[in-house]
Structures are given as structure tokens and as C-alpha cells.
């Protein structure tokens, strides 16, 4: 497809992706959308009379935040993404009309783009499950006798999500040092980022009900990038025997655009193989992984910016699919804006590591930046860039990034 706007080459923002946010511009939010360098005003554009027969009430798109176009479902949102893609290759498209519809998008302020009532983090990487294993446990048996049977998640904070270019304050709380009989209290010596996926509910569900994998992506209205920022330390000291408290809920990053399943559908992949054979509500049929390609970067204050790890979300063994089918397979209810992370997204190799935890192994291996200064964990002043997109055969499809910058404990 060509488009009439002229979208730079490695635009993580192409005629085939089409995403959802929430932006303004010095006045009240509204509902985006973005191609290349442009944010789409679709408030502006459904004042127009584009979406009639389409969507009844317009006033969906004068919102702050994505929940009630989501509430629409998929039947609307998805007419209303392919309409905007069709006429976005149409030479004569009304789209073209108003600079209040196009606005360059360094123009605008992006906000979070749903208000989530509830979050849960998964811990679905193999290869990050067996690299904390084998460093703090054994390593002849680093994963725990559940964790090839279903997918381990915890309740994490919702409150305390916040977009890409919010600021992360080191985070205060009660560390064990291996040299001291007593626990201390003060800021965080081991700030760790998780690169992550993370995945928006589109459709409710009642207590009591259960969603089927085979029905799972009906539920899931898009994807975003997400870091889960951690304290290891604290985390270390907390977590028996209840599981990650203040070390996760001090802060965790989103991006602000929603990229569309339907978007990502040229790039779903196998997933790895699962054994032993999971229980029959997990299975799972058809590619319900993604190729995405995934990278995380540090760039210490005033200085330059080194990427540290590239990793993809094709490696997760259990899938979104698999995560919500488990999640309510006790009859717990999803809302709209209900947000699911996958857990650390690590690779087969240590360059493809999603934690400095694992980066650096615990500290023990510092990893060295391109100006020659090194990190074991994320120090004051530096800034985290999280950045995800598919490609294949010409066809790109981003999410942006997730960047923020860490600032001293108060």
C-alpha cells in the first residue's frame, strides 16, 4: 500500500500499522491516531461526518483516555482502523484537509493512553525463569516444579503506571546486606529495568466466566512496550513468602501508542516447544507468538546512548493466549484497560538478556558502555530507552519507545 503522506523508511509507523493513543496539543486530550510523523486528530476527523454509520456516538473520540472507543469492540474499532488505512492511500482523502487533523507529531503530548483498573505481571520467559534460577537458587534445578504447568503472574500496582518520558525516583526500602545481622532502610543500590510486552483487555468478561484460548485474542484489544522497573535488592529481601511487593510497584512504563492485533498479524510465529504437554484448558493451537525484535539502551546523563541487550518477543513460553486462559480459568473477571504484562523477555544468548540482572549476572559481570564507563545496575541521571518492531518482507510495524530517565531517592 502507498500512502500520501511520505513516512520516513524505518518509521516504526507505516500505512500497515494504524495504533491508538491518547494526545493533545496545549488543550484537553483526545483520542490519535499516528502514521510516520503525523498524529491523526481523530476527534477532529469524527466531527467531519468520516465515521457515520460507523460509530453512533462520536463523542467517544473527546475522551482521555482509550476505554470507551475500546468498549466499542472490535467490530467498530477495527472498521474504524481500516477506514482511516484506506484513506490514508487515497489522493483525494478528506484526511488531507485540516491541519488540526495532521498534526506533526512533535507537536503534541502523549498521555497514557487507557485508564487501567487492574495490572498482572507474568513471569513467562524460559530464559529468564532459568537465569534467576541458576543465580539464586540451584542451577541444576533453577525452575520451580510449576512453571512448565502453567503461567506464573503476580497483582502488581496499576496507580503507579505511568508513559514513556514520566521520570523513575529511585525507590526507598528495607534491604538485608549479606554483612549486617539486621535489615537497613534507604534508597535502592540495585535498580534493574524488565524489557517487556505488555497486552490491553478489549472485552469484558462476568465473575465466574472463563475465556478458552481458543477465544483469547477476542479479549485482547493491542499491544504496547512495557518496562517493569524493580529493586533487586529490596526484592531479594521481600519477596518470600508472599512474591514482589514495594520492589514492582514504585513504578512501571508503558508506551503511549496501542498497536492493534490485526496489525501484527504478518508477523505471529511458533512459539518454543512445551514439555511436558500442558493441561488441556492451556493448549493451544494455530501461531499465537509474535516476532517482534525488541532492544533496551542506557544513556548515562549528558552523555551517550548505549544499546545493551536485543531480545524478541518470540521467545516467551507461554503465550498472551495462554496468560488470559489461565488467569480466568478461576472465573476472575477482565475489564477494558485491564493490562497483562509478559514478564522479562530474555533470549538464548547474553547479549539478548532483558534485566541488568542478568546483564551484569548479579553484578558480578559489569557490562561496559560505548563510553567506556560500565553498569551493573541503572545508576542516577541515566536514561532507559525501551524500543519493539516487527518487520518482514517490506512490511514494518512499531511501537515507538519507552524512555525515562532515573532521578535520586527523596
Partial sequence: MK???????????????????????????????????????LDEVAKTGFFKGMVDDISVFDQPVLNPFIALGKSVTSKVRLRLLENLTEEQSPLRKSDQIMIPANRVTMHLPVSIGDYTDFYSSIE???NVG??????????????????????GRSSS??????????????????DVDQPVFGPTKRLDFELEMGFIIGKETQIGESIPTSQAEDYIFGLVLFNDWSARDIQQWEYVPLGPFLAKNFASS???WIVTIEALHPFRCEGPMQVPPVLPYLECHGLRNFDIQLEVS???????????????????????CQQLAHHTSNGCNVRIGDLMASGTISGPNAGSYGSMLELSW???NPVLLDNGLNRSFIEDGDTVT?????????????????????????
Fill in 161 to 178: 503506571i505511568t508513559v514513556s518520558g514520566a521520570e523513575v525516583r529511585r525507590p526507598k526500602g528495607q534491604t538485608k546486606p549479606k
Fill in 298 to 320: 542506557i544513556t548515562p546523563e549528558d552523555n551517550m546512548e548505549t544499546v545493551v541487550s536485543h531480545s524478541n518477543f518470540k521467545h516467551m513460553y507461554w503465550n498472551m
Fill in 3 to 41: 500512502t500520501w503522506i511520505d513516512i520516513p523508511q524505518d518509521s516504526d509507523f507505516s500505512i500497515h500499522n494504524i495504533p491508538f493513543g491518547i494526545a493533545s496539543q496545549g488543550g484537553k486530550p483526545f483520542v490519535a491516531s499516528r502514521i510516520g510523523d503525523y498524529v491523526i486528530n
Fill in 254 to 256: 508503558m508506551s503511549p
Fill in 362 to 364: 548479579g553484578g558480578a
Fill in 134 to 155: 541458576s543465580m539464586f537458587r540451584d542451577p541444576a534445578n533453577a525452575l520451580l516444579p510449576n512453571w512448565r504447568h502453567l503461567p506464573v503472574g503476580y497483582h
Fill in 128 to 130: 529468564h525463569a532459568t
Fill in 386 to 410: 525501551l524500543r519493539g518492531w516487527a518487520e518482514k518482507e517490506g512490511l514494518r510495524v512499531g511501537f515507538g519507545s519507552v524512555v525515562n530517565q532515573v532521578l535520586p531517592a527523596v
